[in-house]
């Protein structure tokens, strides 16, 4: 991957979300948080635990910002803050139940998603999924923000989204209607190729910017180019979060195995009966590729989206246009959508030796190393 250079303005609330929403005078907002006591919203008790850095920030940066000036400055209504219990899990179905700052019981359903134009939801796991589907439902706007740290506020907030969106899309046309990609992979001296169909689709782009009056919700930081698989085969190795490395075999489009490479048999184990009992967790449900020039923050919300990096995501996709929805799963917390990151950072142990683009008849080597290849380098440039 390429080393990191580039410099940042300071971050600024008021820019962000006008270059975001262009909201018109009038609209109201609203932000929400997740707590594991969602009761402690009253009187903002849980600001006094220094475990919940993320809910700080929502406070500190963006509740705070908005009722100081941000309002005025946007000519906004609301500000309105409410916390919904940690659901545990990325992309998980968010509670009903929520509390308000003075400590009383709301409805999401009834009394937050209906009466908001713009929602913002700055939590510990992701809600884009949920609060898409909640978005279409109920017509509002708005940004899911999980995992905000420092790094992030200073940098992947920072940046001028009109430019990250023009960026995406050069990446986008350098890579849609792909018929499929190869990804070799190098892991515990071993070599793994996964192959992934994407049928000559439309490539899509998060690119942070949420205008106009349709629903739709941003994922920020933004900055990636993706794909629905229509069908996946192969292997690729996995990095388990206490370090075991697995080999994920997979066939017709999921992971049905796993076998242990190194570290802790006990971990793959485990694996491979979540796999058993509910095979849709397998299921490869994105495809994506950064686009920004970001630092690390330690975040995969920010680092999948520095270019050079790619990610694939197993289990829910409805939220992306595929058609795996919380429904098909054995049990409700098994419907998450999870991404698993490659990078220097992330995965040191795992490189991405390189990555080919099948489209038109035509083979294209798009990353190696972590870095952009000629082919879309010259498409950055252009």
Known sequence: ??????????????????????????????????????????????LKSSELSIQRHAYEVFYKGLKDSGLTELSLLGGDMYAYEVTGGSNLDLPDLAIDVSGNEVSLERDVYPKFDIILCISTFSATAPLTAFAKRFGF???????????????????????????????????????????????????????????????????????GDEPDVA?????EVYFVPTGAEGKFPLRYEDGTIG?????????TSAKL????????????????GDPVTGELGELGFGTQELPVSGRDIQDEKILGTMHVATGRSDHLGGALTPDRFATAKNATHDDILFSPSKTPEIRIVQVRMFRDGQTHVILENFSPAPYLRGHIDR
């Not at 250079?5 to 008021?14: A, Q, R, T, Y």
């Not at 994922?219 to 900055?223: F, H, M, S, T």
């Not at 080999?247 to 992971?255: C, K, L, T, W």
């Open 261 to 276: 490479l190194q570290g802790d048999q006990i971990v793959v184990d485990a694996h491979n009966r979540k796999l058993a």
């Open 219 to 223: 994922n920020l930081p933004a900055g």
């Open 247 to 255: 080999v994920m075999h997979i066939n017709g489009g999921r992971i």
């Open 1 to 46: 991957m390429e080393k990191f250079k580039k410099e940042f303005p300071p971050f600024d609330l008021v820019r962000l979300l006008r270059t975001v929403f262009s909201p018109k005078p009038g609209l109201r907002i609203a932000i929400l948080i997740d707590l594991p006591n969602p009761r402690e919203i009253k009187d903002f008790a849980f």
């Open 141 to 211: 706007r708005g940004a899911t923000l999980h995992g905000l740290n420092d790094i992030i506020l200073r940098t992947g907030l920072a940046v001028d989204y009109n430019e990250v969106s023009t960026a995406a899309e050069k990446l986008r046309l350098a890579l849609t209607k792909a018929d499929r990609f190869e990804i070799d992979f190098e892991a515990v001296q071993q070599r793994h190729t996964l192959e992934i169909l994407c049928g000559g689709q439309e490539a899509q782009k998060s690119h942070g910017l949420c205008r």
